[in-house]
């Protein structure tokens, strides 16, 4: 993983390198035995913010009535592939 140099410097760890010939170490402890470097994270933000508040989740996606174009089960638990709107 040198292609990005601080690419395994994203989680701290129990034994560096994180990837060792293929494998990565599995701790004993509870979880997944990684915790999120934040220093390095925010070193490296594609976008500025991390983990701000956001208001953008607030409101549905699908408003009331607009069944999308996209394959779903419309009320009536068939599959359609197209706008409706008797929600």
């Not at 040198?2 to 170490?25: K, R």
């Not at 402890?29 to 208001?55: A, C, D």
């Not at 607030?58 to 638990?77: K, L, M, T, Y």
């Amino acid at each position: 993983m040198d292609f990005i140099s601080w690419w395994q410097e994203l989680v701290a760890v129990v034994s560096q390198p994180l990837i060792n010939q293929g494998y990565i170490a599995v701790p004993d402890t509870p979880g997944l035995g990684v915790e999120l470097n934040e220093k390095v994270v925010k070193e490296h933000l594609r976008y500025p913010g991390y983990f701000e508040q956001s208001t953008k989740w607030d409101e549905s996606i699908n408003p009331r009535g607009a069944g999308g174009p996209w394959p779903h089960f419309n009320v009536d638990g068939v599959w359609v592939n197209e706008r409706t709107s008797d929600y």
